[in-house]
């Protein structure tokens, strides 16, 4: 008798087990995938500016390796900036280099503009340039001291220089990089020492 009592509970227990199954395949469970970033977000590559050098190749110019660097990113006049401070334990003989591109992906011409207008401005102040200058878009220390041309870097390069501050400007394809070096020193070795760390760098651009 006890064994025919358990085949109804048995019946019953398939039923609600086939209810189960039938209502879950009509509610499937949410995806639980995580979204794909679009086209904006993954048009840009994350560059690692401090690896645009390495602590042997800024210690061959400056005699010291790197104590700690400190990389940053920031958007101006429609680039990209991704710069990187290699600090040195002497703080005054610390480089700093920055790489800028077209913060438009596939067209941005803010990297030409720029070029164009603070090294091969004509006697002649065109359109685009009073513009540049309306908008300040030059570089004091650049407007303080003629830029003096350096062959033999990247696709054009520039060297500018004042009592305070050095950089090297070298562009190469729809970007460029400006490399200072601090430190002891005239102008003539703060720029040998600058052309030396550009051709470390852009065999990696």
Known sequence: MSSLRSVP????G???TILFVCGCSRHPTPSLEKPKPNAA???KAVIDP?????????????TQRVATTHPSRQNARGMVVWQCFFELPTAVNSVTVALFENSEPGGGAAVKKFWQTTFHRTDESTEADEEAEREGEKEEDERKSPP???EGL???????ADAQTNALYILKGDRFVRISVGGAGDIATKRAKASTLAEF???RL
């Open 201 to 203: 760098v852009l065999k």
């Open 9 to 12: 509970c048995l019946c019953i």
């Open 50 to 62: 401090c690896a645009l050098l390495t602590s042997d190749e800024i210690e061959s110019v400056q």
């Open 41 to 43: 977000e993954s048009s």
């Open 148 to 150: 003096q041309r350096i």
């Open 14 to 16: 398939i039923a609600v």
């Open 154 to 160: 990247g696709d054009d390069a520039f060297w500018t």
